[in-house]
T-cell receptor
Framework: NAGVTQTPKFQVLKTGQSMTLQCAQD?????MYWYRQDPGMGLRLIYY???????DKGEVPNGYNVSRLNKREFSLRLESAAPSQTSVYFC????????????????FGPGTRLTVT | GEDVEQSLFLSVREGDSSVINCTYTDSSSTYLYWYKQEPGAGLQLLTY?????DMKQDQRLTVLLNKKDKHLSLRIADTQTGDSAIYFCAEGRPGTASKLTFGTGTRLQVTL
């Protein structure tokens, strides 16, 4: 099992350019998440997908869109990149069992370092 | 409220114990987690505790939970240089998608 994989690992964009960050998991997890990590601010949830076919906004969704392509894949799109979106982006997944014992464990990808100039 | 707070930095000598603290504000938190992030990597789950527990021990790690004060701590015994990393506490509440709220992270530096 590769776990959670993310591409690309690094990216530099100019202001106004667009790009899509890719995420895939091979653990048959139901839920997937996109976070951004900025110094001194921990991880902030951008969007999440509770199950295939659903997506919801997190804490900081402005400037981003997501697509849950299938159970394995969850992509994050920046339509018009801004310098404020310079960050490290992490994708995560969790099994989301019912009735909800040890089901909040999230497994993280290695991250994408994005710089917007 | 959904704030989870941690101090930003902790320095300890190799072989000493490290104690990383976390406070949370949401009394409905059910699951509390500690994650470790090594340089240039994603987060790895270290341990967790349910809100109906006071303590959990797992080898060198001890988690203490004070529900009254909404205070969580992670103690690492015999701290090694390989323990140098950023440690995040996170809280989870019942509901869809098992969302977690993360603290700001504590950078642990282990010196020789």
């Amino acid at each position: 099992n590769a776990g959670v994989t993310q591409t690309p690992k690094f990216q530099v964009l100019k202001t106004g350019q667009s790009m899509t960050l890719q995420c895939a998991q091979d653990m048959n997890h139901n839920s997937m998440y996109w976070y951004r990590q900025d110094p001194g601010m921990g991880l902030r949830l951008i969007y999440y997908s509770a199950s295939e076919g659903t997506t919801d906004k997190g804490e900081v969704p402005n400037g981003y869109n997501v697509s849950r392509l299938n159970k394995r894949e969850f992509s994050l799109r920046l339509e018009s990149a801004a310098p404020s979106q310079t960050s490290v982006y992490f994708c995560a997944s969790s099994v989301q069992q019912i009735p909800g014992l040890k089901n909040y464990e999230q497994y993280f990808g290695p991250g994408t370092r994005l710089t917007v100039t | 409220g959904e704030d989870v707070e941690q101090s930003l930095f902790l320095s300890v000598r190799e072989g000493d114990s490290s104690v990383i603290n976390c406070t949370y504000t949401d009394s409905s938190s059910t699951y509390l987690y500690w994650y470790k992030q090594e340089p240039g990597a994603g987060l790895q789950l270290l341990t967790y505790i349910f809100s109906n527990m006071d303590m959990k021990q797992d080898q060198r790690l001890t988690v203490l939970l004070n529900k009254k004060d909404k205070h969580l701590s992670l103690r690492i015994a015999d701290t090694q240089t390989g323990d140098s990393a950023i440690y995040f506490c996170a809280e989870g509440r019942p509901g869809t998608a098992s969302k977690l709220t993360f603290g700001t992270g504590t950078r642990l530096q282990v010196t020789l």
